[in-house]
């Protein structure tokens, strides 16, 4: 199995900036794409921003030009840069991954979720 812990989520006020961390780790043999997920109360998650792993990205419109994700693939590691946030980015954030260990096919996994808030 692939764990992935998250790290980084919190309060900040608008405007401010949070990077939030995923690490993957688990007998790891290749990882394929990263990325990020958000979730608000009573909606379906969804996407974003993600990195193949030849590092083409891909955001959601909302976050365009305000976050950057990149990753570390020495470390398994995935980030997500979040600058001039917004309350309306305040949700619970999900880190994906895309992997496979020794011997097996590529499987999504998932994060726990790390909550962001936003709010003065």
């Known amino acids: 199995q692939v764990q992935l812990v998250e790290s980084g989520g919190g309060l900040v006020q608008p405007g401010g900036s949070l990077r939030l961390s995923c690490a993957a780790s688990?007998?790891?043999?290749?990882?394929?794409?990263m990325g990020w997920y958000r979730q608000y109360a009573g909606k379906e998650r969804e996407l974003v921003a993600q990195?193949?792993?030849?590092?083409?990205?891909n955001y959601a419109d909302s976050v365009k030009g305000r976050f950057t994700v990149s990753r570390d693939n020495a470390r398994c590691t995935v980030y997500l840069q979040m600058n001039s946030l917004k309350p309306e980015d305040t949700a619970v954030y999900y880190c994906k991954v895309i992997a496979r260990r020794i011997g097996e096919q590529f499987y999504d996994y998932w994060g726990k979720g790390t909550l962001v808030t936003v709010s003065s």
């Open positions: 688990g007998s790891i043999f290749s990882i394929n794409d």
């Open positions: 990195i193949t792993d030849s590092g083409v990205t």
